[in-house]
């Protein structure tokens, strides 16, 4: 067995039967022969193990990042290997703003149109214009963005198709008339600014985040544990009658977008600590490791915080984060 605990940003001591790195397309065809229980991770910082891993662990190591132009924008084609912060401010530094937004989220470019990151009003599939992916057949081929099933913090590659293809990299599209998008928390607060740029809101939306979000170093997470809740219209004015100041955001369908680090802290979970694990008291919506955690004390932990949301709001949370059995993903519905 190999041991894992320093390949997620958790930090938990569980281990692997083995570990491929998978840098070349006949990397990646091998992994995907394998007939063994079998998943891929980036940097590690979108998951929870439940305990030991039987099979192998393919890490994306894959490199390279293209740039070409166009009148209209700029077409980028990351590898999945590279990482997704450096890789905005790569970009940032070279005059290609419309990223910034998205500065600070933890992980890989592979691994971004897994979950469709998003912060602040905008999520990768806005400027997603295709994903490479290496199939079962051992092609590479690239899946435009209408294909990929993107929706809030999913994907086609997170539900129908995982386990059976690999992304190998990333295509993003950016327009070269720079619209700034201030709609979302901090952000409005930088509205009417004459001299505002993309560095300026890349710098606001680090400071935000490392503000909230532990150093995994110090303390291991992965981030934003749960997902924002979207419910229906009839719900949330019942909830807001019974909560004035709860915070919730129109969607398009005529749903809600709760607050889950809001509907867990007025839960009176903020600070809950059971065994190792902890809900981080400056951002209930991060579960962290302060040290000692097992596996179990944070399953254990996540249930509650969904038990005591469920109990008092009515709404039920939903992991974020992929969550790892002994053979491979379990569904977050199932945690």
Not at 12 to 38: N, T, Y
Not at 80 to 99: D, F, M, S, Y
Not at 221 to 232: E, I
């Amino acid at each position: 067995m190999v041991s894992l605990k320093s390949l997620h940003t958790f930090g938990l001591d569980v281990s692997a039967r083995s570990i491929l790195e998978l840098r070349e397309p006949e990397d990646f065809r091998r992994f995907l022969s394998l007939e063994e229980p079998k998943i891929l991770l980036g940097s590690g910082s979108d998951v929870l193990f439940t305990g030991d891993f039987a099979g192998t662990v393919g890490l994306v190591r894959s490199q390279g990042l293209e740039i070409t132009e166009d009148p209209k924008a700029w077409h980028v084609h990351a590898a999945a290997g590279e990482n997704w912060h450096e890789t905005v401010l790569r970009l940032e530094k070279q005059g290609i703003p419309g990223l910034e937004n998205l500065a600070l989220i933890p992980g890989t470019c592979g691994a971004a149109p897994v979950q469709n990151i998003g912060a602040y009003g905008c999520e990768l599939a806005d400027f997603c214009e295709y994903v490479e992916i290496c199939g079962a057949g051992g092609g590479i081929r690239r899946i435009p963005r209408d294909s990929c099933g993107f929706g809030y913090r999913t994907s086609n590659f997170k539900t129908k198709w995982a386990g059976s293809l690999i992304i190998t990299g990333i295509g993003l599209k950016l327009p070269r008339r720079w619209v700034p998008r201030l709609d979302y928390g901090p952000l409005r607060e930088l509205k009417g600014r004459q001299d505002l740029t993309s560095r300026m809101i890349l710098e606001e939306v680090v400071s935000v985040r490392r503000s909230k979000i532990p150093d995994p170093t110090v303390l291991g997470n992965a981030g934003s544990f749960f997902q924002n809740p979207c419910v229906p219209a009839a719900l949330h004015g019942e909830l807001l009658r019974r909560h004035p100041g709860m915070p919730a955001y129109p969607q398009k369908d005529g749903s809600f977008k709760l607050a889950a680090g809001w509907l867990i802290e007025h839960a009176g979970l903020s600070g809950r600590t059971l065994g190792g694990a902890q809900i981080y008291p400056r951002q209930a919506l991060i579960l962290v490791n302060t040290g000692s955690a097992t596996p179990g004390d944070v399953v254990a932990l996540a249930r509650e915080v969904i038990h005591q949301v469920f109990d008092t709001f009515g709404v039920r949370l939903v992991p974020e984060v992929r969550i790892l059995g002994a053979d491979g993903e379990i569904p977050a519905t199932d945690l």
